[in-house]
């Protein structure tokens, strides 16, 4: 069952040769030999067993509420669900418990899905690495190939990797020592050498890489699920913005924050969307139209597909490994009959500022309501309201999230409202107007990099502060956000150190349909290893 | 005179702090936080307290008909801000100031007739208005101010995100790609209000002729409107002026008196609509009329046509016997009637009182009148 997609087992649910109570207890399983990893921060495996039995019931009964009925999912921690701990990773809300669920939990949950618990992140979703959780940092799963390897052969020989007429075949040196899962790993407790996840919502990722959870939902404002999903090795997908219900995610930017997926092929994707999608009378952001579900073409072709390269994603620093990855599935598009071209987004250089400015603000508006009088932390301290209030959020709140907090303030006085505020919305106008004119322009799906190479280790990602690495990661991710279009991060193959490297394809505004029906194209080609990083095979 | 509506704004209420500074304690009142709250912005068109008075009340009843808001002030479901500054005809408006949360309408005029004697004492005294906030002190009838350190807020606003652009279309341009639910057409809204009270006082004064005053009183208030309409169903060949006419001078003056409300009236329309049949048929004159309201007011429970037979009170239509009266009123008050002659016109009412009374209030005063003029001029 390993590493079996939620499709797969929803048809082995159905013909009875799994049960949905054998499936999570897998997953519970998968999740206790991959603690190590700090994916979770909260379990609901007693919760589970229940609901998994109830699947069963209604599935034996011959009345499964979905596809999905049985199926494990997770949530970041930062999405509402009743009764259970709600943190968003921070010490202000390490005591928060909902009395309410957010929509897209209510909506999974009314489809039959169980779920497996809350994951970890950014303390509220700032940061690109999963690493500042007042929980401590989730890591990479893949961390231990490579180590697995270096210690095998001694030294750190590259993986062969052949990228010939299309196909792709790795070359994993034999091994005479006996496997090791990662329960028993003593390297991966070494304090920084090993690799993040990324982030913000590297929990969820995690989740899924280890079959801990079949499916999990993040919450994606910069390029939070597509940065984790190409470190981890699995899809990442944001909706179009507007589709999905935001009520009950705890916000950070309202105007760009998109609840989004995680999953191990892209038909779960397309089946978790149809159940979450739609418009949602609680939040007014969320188009009124009727959703209409789709499922994904099994007979693909990109024969009347444009393809469009941007040049400015072309950005300094991008690894080799990438670049080639980026050119190979170029190719891929090219040799299948597919029209591929150089198209420009000429104000792709300035989304990064933008977004720094649009996120503070919003920041600094969304984060006034913990004050601890009603929820959340309360200090011990205070004369006086306003110093209660100070404390609270001085020992609440770590300093990324003051940081951003002070920022906002400051680009949202009288003064410089113009200046920073007004400016970057017009900025950001600019840079939906590029998207608009390429899309306009009969190019349907745009192919870049997600982000500039392999997972790095966490010793070098803290080398520089939250805010620059922020800015670094999240120049591949973050104009999608911009425009609110979808994107998806497919896992395309592995790097010369045996890490996944993931390729973006953005599509127009509610053309998401046609963006999973190439990322389906895409992942039929690319044959990315199944390898399991919790057993190493 | 009509006034502009120049902003409006949807806000969620926010809670409320009491600091209570000798126990160091602060409490936090939450009980209105996150209710809509609208404000309604007007232009400067008011020029005095009353036209100020009258818009809150105008649209107090307004809001209360399309059923927004039960505007009762006294509690807090209405609030006004008046921002008040005077200036010379012909100059541009002076400097505001600003009196926030007055909460009833005689507060509003007070306030602002306070403020407008304090600029004008201000700008006399060749001193300058200051742009600042201020506080009605109901105690002592003035206005202070509430400024902090000369400190000016700045609020940092920024348009929510989560509410997108609200577009508002009519018929003419209401986008054919969306569902009627999906958009708001104002010209479909419109066709769906209830009749609103300036409508129902255009109605109430020139199709059912009651005079600008009555209509205002009606509007004004439901309970009075509805027995009004009660009455008038009961007997729908009664005058409406003339049942407004009872009702305001009669029935209003007992439940004042008896401090109750139009909607704890005992007197039931049907019963009262027996009394203006009477009246209309001038079979009972309107002094008959006050003291039959009374008599069942206050619980008589006979039939209206049953109490004037047994109190005799028919009105006297032989003008001979009115002749009689009036002649023995001649007769008994000859100082009266002298003063009258010299020019007093206020010895005549005595004369006519002393018909009345000995009448038994049955007789027409338009028609004594005239008969007593009559005689005085004859007597000489």
């Known amino acids: 069952m390993v590493l079996l997609t939620a499709r797969e087992v929803a048809l082995r649910l159905r013909n009875g040769s799994l049960s949905s109570t054998d499936v999570v207890s897998q997953c519970i399983e998968r999740s206790r030999l991959a603690r190590v990893l700090n994916a979770f921060i909260t379990h609901t495996h007693e919760s589970a067993m229940s609901r ?81 959780s007042i929980y401590g940092p989730s890591r990479n799963p893949w961390s231990r190939s490579v180590r697995y390897r270096e210690r095998r052969l001694g030294d750190a020989e590259p993986l062969r990797v052949q990228a010939t007429s299309g196909q792709v075949s790795y070359s994993l040196p034999s091994s005479t020592e006996e496997q090791k899962t990662c329960e028993d790993d003593e390297t991966l407790s070494d304090e920084d050498d090993w690799l993040i996840a990324g982030g913000s919502s590297g929990g969820s990722a995690v989740a899924v890489a280890t079959g801990a959870s079949f499916i999990a939902l993040g919450s994606d404002t910069g390029g939070s699920v597509r940065n984790p999903a190409s470190y981890c090795g699995v899809f990442g997908y944001k ?71 941007p040049t400015e994603y072309h950005a300094p620093g991008l690894s080799q490994g990438m670049l080639d990855a980026w050119s190979w599935v170029a190719d891929l598009f090219d040799n299948a009959g597919a029209k591929v071209s150089r198209v420009s987004l000429p104000h792709t250089q300035y989304s990064i500022v933008c977004y720094s400015v649009l996120c503070a603000c919003e920041v600094a508006s969304n984060m006034a309501r913990y004050d601890g009088i009603q929820f959340g932390h309360r200090s011990e301290q205070g004369s006086s309201t ?28 009288k003064r410089n409202y113009e200046k920073y505020f007004v400016k970057a919305q017009q900025v950001r106008q600019l840079i939906a107007e590029d998207y608009r004119h390429v899309f306009s322009s009969g190019v349907n799906v745009l192919l870049t990099p997600t982000t500039f190479g392999d997972a790095p280790s966490y010793r070098s990602f803290i080398g520089a502060d939250n805010r620059t690495r922020s800015m670094q990661e999240d120049v591949f991710t973050q104009p999608a956000n911009m425009a609110g279009i979808p994107a998806v991060s497919v896992p395309v193959m592995l790097s010369e150190r045996g890490l996944p490297l993931g390729l973006q394809l953005m599509a127009d505004n509610f053309h998401d349909k046609q963006l999973l029906t190439c990322a389906k194209w895409l992942e039929s080609q690319v044959n990315f290893p199944r390898f399991d990083p919790v057993t190493d095979s | ?131 600042e906030t201020k506080s009605f002190d109901f105690k002592t009838g003035k206005t202070v101010s509430m400024r902090d350190k000369e400190m000016k807020q700045d609020y940092r606003f920024m348009p929510e995100p989560n509410l997108p652009p609200l577009r508002v279309y009519d018929n003419s341009d209401f986008p054919t790609t ?79 008196k008896a401090k109750l409300a139009i909607s704890d009236c005992y007197l039931l329309p049907r019963l009262f609509a027996e009394v203006c049949s009477l009246l209309q048929a001038e079979a009972i004159t309107t002094t008959t009329t006050t003291k039959l309201i009374q008599l069942m007011f206050n619980g008589e429970t006979l039939p209206p046509a049953d109490i004037i037979e047994n109190y005799e009170w028919h009105k006297i239509t032989d003008r001979a016997e009115i002749q009689r009266h009036c002649e023995e009123a001649v007769e008994r008050n000859p100082k009266a009637v002298r003063k009258y002659r010299e020019g007093k016109p206020r010895y005549f009412t005595k004369l006519v009182y002393h018909v009345q009374t000995k009448s038994n209030g049955c007789t027409d005063p338009l028609v004594v009148t005239e008969i007593l003029k009559k005689l005085i001029s004859e007597v000489s």
């Open chain 2, 178 to 256: 969306k569902k009627s639910s999906q958009a708001i057409n104002i010209d479909t809204l419109r066709a769906a209000l209830p009749v609103l009270p300036a409508e129902k006082r255009h109605h109430l004064v020139h199709q059912q002729g009651l005079s600008v005053a009555h209509a205002l009183m009606l509007v004004a208030d439901d309970d009075l409107m509805q027995y009004y309409n009660s009455v008038l169903a009961a007997s729908p060949h009664l005058t409406p002026k003339l049942v407004m006419s009872v009702l305001a001078t009669d029935l209003l003056a007992c439940l004042y």
């Open chain 2, 1 to 131: 005179m009509s006034v502009g509506i120049i902003q409006l704004q949807l806000e969620q209420d926010s809670g409320k702090s009491l600091h209570d500074e000798d126990n160091q304690h602060t409490l936090v009142d939450l009980n209105r936080a996150g209710i809509a709250l609208m404000e309604i912005v007007t232009a400067p068109d008011m020029s005095d307290s009353e036209e100020a008075a009258a818009l809150v009340k105008e649209l107090q009843l307004v809001l209360q008909a399309i059923d927004t808001c039960n505007c009762k002030m006294e509690e807090g479901s209405l609030r006004v801000d008046a921002n008040v500054s005077i200036h010379r005809p012909g100059e541009p408006l002076g400097v505001r100031t600003e009196v926030k949360n007055l909460n009833s309408i005689r507060f509003v005029a007070k306030a602002i007739n306070y403020e407008i004697a304090e600029h004008k004492r201000i700008l006399e005294s060749g001193g300058v208005i200051v742009n």
């Open chain 1, 239 to 309: 909706p179009t913005y507007g589709l999905v219900s935001r009520h009950g995610l705890i916000p950070l930017v309202n105007s760009m924050d998109a609840p989004s997926i995680f999953a191990r092929s892209t038909d779960d994707l397309a089946a978790a969307l149809e159940i979450v999608a739609g418009h949602d009378i609680r939040d007014s952001t969320t188009v009124r139209e009727q959703y209409k579900p789709f499922s994904l073409p099994d007979d693909l072709s990109v024969k009347d597909l444009h393809v469009g390269i």
């Open chain 1, 386 to 413: 306003h110093a209660l209030y100070a404390a609270t959020r001085h020992e609440g709140f770590n300093d990324v999230v003051r940081g951003r907090i002070f920022a906002g303030n400051y680009f949202l006085l």
């Open chain 1, 52 to 132: 998994a039995a109830e699947a069963d019931r209604r599935i034996s009964a011959g009345q499964p509420l979905s596809q999905l009925d049985g199926i494990p999912v997770a949530f970041k921690d930062n999405f509402c669900t009743k009764g259970v701990k709600t943190s968003c990773g921070s010490r202000m809300l390490r005591n928060f418990y909902p009395p309410y669920s957010a929509t897209v939990v209510q909506r999974l949950a009314g489809k039959g899905t169980v779920m497996m618990g809350k994951t970890n992140m950014d303390e509220f979703a700032m940061g690109s690495g999963s690493v500042d």
